[in-house]
């Protein structure tokens, strides 16, 4: 039983990542309005050195915006 169980979940949690996809309206050369927008397209830790990074993202100017 716990088998099967463990099997539904890998194949649930596969099937999950499988599916996702940044949105088709999602523009990865230039940085995002917001953290929650970066997100939502599959970007977090973006580094100072990024094209989509910026400053005001960046809460504890570490080098990092839109931290996961």
Do not use: H, W
């Not at 917001?34 to 580094?47: F, L, P, R, S, V």
């Amino acid at each position: 039983m716990n088998r099967v169980v463990g099997l539904v979940v890998a194949f649930a949690i596969g099937a999950m990542a499988i599916g996702v996809a940044a949105p088709a309206n999602a523009d990865p050369t230039r940085p995002f309005k917001n953290c929650t927008q970066a997100k939502a397209a599959g970007y977090c830790d973006i580094t100072s050195d990024s094209p989509l990074y910026t400053p005001s993202q960046d809460r504890d100017s570490d080098g990092y915006a839109c931290e996961c």
